[in-house]
């Protein structure tokens, strides 16, 4: 499965930004897939998981409510909305994918990865 992640930019504090993440899979609607960011000096951290059929999400404590993942799977690609963007949210985005899991926060379940996006949120 190759990933290609986009949509990441500068933006100010209390922003919006919508990532997305490109995937060519014939059979991505049994992929699970996962956003994960890794901030300078930092190690990656996971931010939010969908799976297959989008029945499931779940969000990092420090982005729920303000972050939602879903995805289009006639697209192959799965989306994070970023509101309420913070300066700690600075960081690269990952989009990941796995064949093991219907979905997870662990970086270790997932096999595929993008290139990242860079986000930077200013104050």
């Known amino acids: 499965v190759q990933l290609q992640a986009s949509g990441g930019g500068l933006v100010q504090a209390g922003g919006s930004l919508r990532l997305s993440c490109a995937a060519s899979e014939r059979t991505f609607s049994r992929v699970g897939m996962g956003w994960f960011r890794q901030a300078p000096g930092k190690e990656r951290e996971f931010v939010a998981t969908?799976?297959?059929?989008?029945?499931?999400?779940y969000y990092a404590d420090s982005v729920k409510g303000r972050f939602t993942i879903s995805r289009d799977n006639a697209k192959n690609a799965v989306y994070l909305q970023m509101n309420s963007l913070k300066p700690v949210d600075t960081a690269v985005y990952y989009c990941?994918?796995?064949?093991?899991?219907?979905?997870?926060?662990?970086?270790?379940?997932?096999?595929?990865w993008g290139q990242g996006t860079q986000v930077t949120v200013s104050s």
């Open positions: 990941a994918a796995s064949r093991m899991v219907i979905f997870s926060a662990r970086a270790s379940e997932f096999e595929y």
């Open positions: 969908i799976s297959w059929t989008a029945g499931s999400t």
